[in-house]
């Protein structure tokens, strides 16, 4: 088992920056790929972004490149998102995900092995 949770979201103005910080515990978190994805009211949860086991490959969707960044730090069990220059349609619920396989592609929801609990972002114009 896996647990997984978010930190760090939060009201912020178009244009501004958040950092969002997901602390896994349990087992070995060098052994998974870990990602963020979002959910808007209404619309299906998307993938954002993807980080391998060691942090050598990222993966982004396209409408944060150049925004975000992903990170991790194998040390402290924990990956980040820095979403900088946020736009009012990157509002949503942020969850933080961890995959079992190694990372080649972007994950794909349907094979996440652990979800957090989810952290909300709002961004106001």
């Known amino acids: 088992q896996v647990q997984l949770v978010e930190s760090g979201g939060g009201l912020v103005q178009a244009g501004g920056s958040l950092r969002l910080s997901c602390a896994a515990s349990?087992?070995?978190?060098?052994?998974?790929?870990m990602g963020w994805f979002r959910q808007a009211p209404g619309k299906e949860r998307e993938f954002v972004a993807a980080?391998?086991?060691?942090?050598?490959?990222?993966y982004l969707t396209d409408s944060v490149k150049g925004r975000f960044t992903i990170s991790r730090d194998n040390a402290k069990y924990t990956v980040y998102l820095q979403m900088n220059n946020l736009k009012p349609e990157d509002t949503a619920v942020y969850y933080c995900?961890?995959?079992?396989?190694?990372?080649?592609?972007?994950?794909?929801?349907?094979?996440?092995?652990?979800w957090g609990q989810g952290t909300q972002v709002t961004v106001s114009s």
């Open positions: 995900a961890a995959v079992v396989r190694s990372l080649v592609s972007p994950i794909r929801s349907s094979e996440v092995n652990y």
């Open positions: 349990g087992r070995t978190f060098s052994a998974f790929s």
């Open positions: 980080i391998s086991r060691s942090g050598g490959t990222t």
